[in-house]
């Protein structure tokens, strides 16, 4: 919300964005007053469809806003390209993509600015909490200044991020997983559901109440302090997901081609894995899922609400945007698997996927 607000736009200016992401990013350009234009994914990567980006330009297009999704670079050189020749602000996402490369440089360093995310399921966390960087002189002080004006963390937001902190430790132990699993999914739930009416009520221009979907507050020291510590160990954390991805890919790769998509690997960007996500391409999804979890492996649907929310913002249809909100999963990634547990996933994956 800072980074877009810092970029100064007038009311009504236009931002394009990717129309499969985090639903959060599409509100955060509306509460600040702007209009986002979506521009369908490429089904391969799940990130912006570059080539569309000339098709969606109008006078009023101001910003672009790639989203790095899953820990998978997006395609910066046509998007830097294009604002350059347009006179576009870019804004990275890289809320899941810290440490990620593109063509050997780090995602971050290629927008105005860029901006990550220390919340629950990222690269590291401290409960909540996030960062901008900076790579355009001309917007420091302006960022500066907007997040001098945040207030301090009130009590309740700390004993928040602590709860929080305290979740993703439990979250770490299999033995103690599902003492929490419950309260944690009917809290994202609860969330999408508040994002997606806040996105509905601010598309229609009138002035209602907005729920709760983000705390405009400085970052708690608490949660800096767990952020820094872990940002010594960031590259060993990506290295592991990294080799885990590597191992679900070999595990996987001979399945029916028909049936699933896996991940796709180049060597111009550095994938930190973040999620590990695949298409399901012949069966039922949440069958699937649910299938899993009685195997012991609790797995994700990926944005399931963009189908329902995009047809209430635009008039557009963004046909791989749609498809991937119905056919994606995501299945666990993070540093502490051991290969035994990377083959019980891959194999309750398998099973699951023959049932339905």
Same mark, same amino acid.
């Given at each position: 919300?800072?980074? !877009?607000?810092?970029? &100064? *736009?007038?009311?009504?200016?236009?931002?394009?964005?990717?129309?499969?992401?985090?639903?959060?990013?599409?509100?955060?350009?509306?509460?600040?007053?702007?209009?986002?234009?979506?521009?369908?994914?490429?089904?391969?990567?799940?990130?912006?469809?570059?080539?569309?980006?000339?098709?969606?330009? /109008?006078?009023?297009?101001?910003?672009?806003? %790639?989203?790095?999704?899953?820990?998978? %670079?997006?395609?910066?050189?046509?998007?830097?390209?294009?604002?350059?020749?347009?006179?576009?602000?870019?804004?990275?996402?890289?809320?899941?993509?810290?440490?990620? &490369?593109?063509?050997?440089?780090?995602?971050?360093?290629?927008?105005?600015?860029?901006?990550?995310?220390?919340?629950?399921?990222?690269? !590291?966390?401290?409960?909540?909490?996030?960062?901008?960087?900076?790579?355009?002189?001309?917007?420091?002080?302006?960022?500066?200044?907007?997040?001098? $004006?945040?207030?301090?963390?009130?009590?309740?937001?700390?004993?928040?991020?602590?709860?929080?902190?305290?979740?993703?430790?439990?979250?770490?132990?299999?033995?103690?997983?599902?003492?929490?699993?419950?309260?944690?999914?009917?809290?994202?739930?609860?969330?999408?559901?508040?994002?997606? $009416?806040?996105?509905?009520?601010?598309?229609?221009?009138?002035?209602?109440?907005?729920?709760?979907?983000?705390?405009?507050?400085?970052?708690?020291?608490?949660?800096?302090?767990?952020?820094?510590?872990?940002? &010594?160990?960031?590259?060993? *954390?990506?290295?592991?997901?990294?080799?885990?991805?590597?191992?679900?890919?070999?595990?996987?790769?001979? $399945?029916?081609?028909?049936?699933?998509?896996?991940?796709?690997?180049?060597?111009?960007?550095?994938?930190?894995? /973040?999620?590990?996500? @695949?298409? @399901?391409?012949?069966?039922?999804?949440?069958?699937? @899922?649910? &299938?899993?979890?009685?195997?012991?492996?609790?797995?994700?649907?990926?944005?399931?609400?963009?189908?329902?929310?995009?047809?209430?913002?635009?008039?557009?249809?963004?046909?791989?945007?749609?498809?991937?909100?119905?056919? +994606?999963?995501?299945?666990?990634?993070?540093?502490?698997?051991?290969?035994?547990?990377?083959?019980? @996933?891959?194999?309750?994956?398998?099973?699951? +996927?023959?049932?339905?």
């Amino acid at each position: 919300y800072l980074a !877009i607000k810092a970029l &100064e *736009l007038d009311p009504g200016d236009e931002v394009l964005v990717p129309a499969y992401t985090c639903a959060i990013v599409f509100e955060m350009i509306l509460r600040a007053g702007l209009k986002p234009v979506f521009v369908d994914v490429n089904l391969e990567t799940c990130n912006l469809n570059v080539e569309l980006i000339p098709k969606v330009l /109008t006078k009023k297009t101001k910003a672009i806003v %790639p989203v790095h999704l899953f820990g998978r %670079p997006c395609d910066m050189d046509p998007i830097i390209d294009a604002a350059d020749e347009y006179g576009l602000y870019v804004v990275e996402d890289a809320a899941q993509a810290l440490g990620a &490369e593109y063509k050997g440089q780090k995602i971050g360093s290629f927008g105005d600015l860029a901006v990550f995310s220390f919340g629950p399921g990222k690269s !590291i966390t401290g409960g909540e909490g996030g960062a901008i960087a900076i790579n355009n002189s001309e917007l420091i002080e302006t960022v500066e200044k907007l997040q001098a $004006q945040l207030p301090s963390p009130d009590l309740g937001w700390k004993l928040h991020v602590a709860r929080n902190v305290l979740a993703m430790k439990i979250f770490a132990s299999r033995s103690l997983y599902g003492l929490v699993k419950g309260s944690v999914d009917s809290s994202m739930e609860k969330t999408d559901e508040i994002i997606f $009416q806040n996105c509905l009520t601010l598309s229609k221009g009138v002035s209602s109440p907005l729920k709760p979907s983000l705390k405009l507050a400085k970052m708690p020291e608490v949660s800096a302090s767990v952020i820094v510590k872990q940002l &010594e160990k960031i590259d060993d *954390l990506n290295e592991k997901r990294t080799r885990n991805a590597d191992k679900l890919l070999a595990l996987l790769r001979d $399945q029916d081609e028909k049936s699933i998509h896996l991940p796709p690997t180049d060597s111009d960007t550095k994938n930190t894995f /973040t999620r590990f996500p @695949i298409r @399901i391409l012949r069966g039922n999804r949440a069958f699937v @899922i649910k &299938e899993m979890l009685g195997l012991g492996v609790d797995t994700k649907g990926l944005y399931h609400y963009v189908a329902d929310l995009l047809p209430r913002l635009s008039e557009e249809s963004f046909s791989n945007a749609e498809t991937l909100s119905h056919s +994606l999963v995501a299945l666990p990634n993070h540093p502490m698997l051991m290969d035994r547990e990377l083959e019980e @996933i891959s194999s309750a994956f398998i099973s699951s +996927l023959r049932a339905a």
